[in-house]
């Protein structure tokens, strides 16, 4: 099985920037997609944005669609999130997750879960 470490967040002010990473080990197959997902306080874990190994157009969830950019970086194995003019709204657990189908908006479709990272925006 796939093992995601993510790493990056911590405290950042309003407005700033933050970028996410996602280091993927012991993959084996080649097709795959990798996703971000956010956990707010209190409320369930939400799709944020996706991206395929197969050089497919990355997605976002519409909201966050400006704010954030889904990037990899192959040979590192690794995913990034970057998160711009953050918002008190973006405080959360983000999770990267991996799946061998197509990508989707759905927790479960994800075989693979890092442990989650912890960002906290503040004013």
């Known amino acids: 099985q796939v093992h995601l470490a993510e790493s990056g967040g911590g405290l950042v002010r309003v407005g700033g920037r933050l970028t996410l990473s996602c280091v993927a080990s012991?993959?084996?197959?080649?097709?795959?997609?990798v996703a971000w997902f956010r956990q707010a306080p209190g409320k369930q874990r939400e799709f944020v944005a996706a991206i395929t190994w197969r050089g497919g157009a990355p997605y976002y969830r519409d909201p966050v669609q400006g704010r954030f950019t889904i990037s990899r970086d192959d040979p590192k194995n690794t995913v990034y999130l970057q998160i711009d003019d953050l918002e008190p709204a973006d405080t959360g657990d983000y999770y990267c997750?991996?799946?061998?189908?197509?990508?989707?908006?759905?927790?479960?479709?994800?075989?693979?879960w890092g442990q989650g990272i912890k960002v906290t925006v503040s004013l």
């Open positions: 012991g993959r084996t197959s080649r097709s795959y997609a």
């Open positions: 997750a991996e799946t061998s189908g197509p990508a989707t908006m759905s927790t479960r479709d994800y075989d693979s």
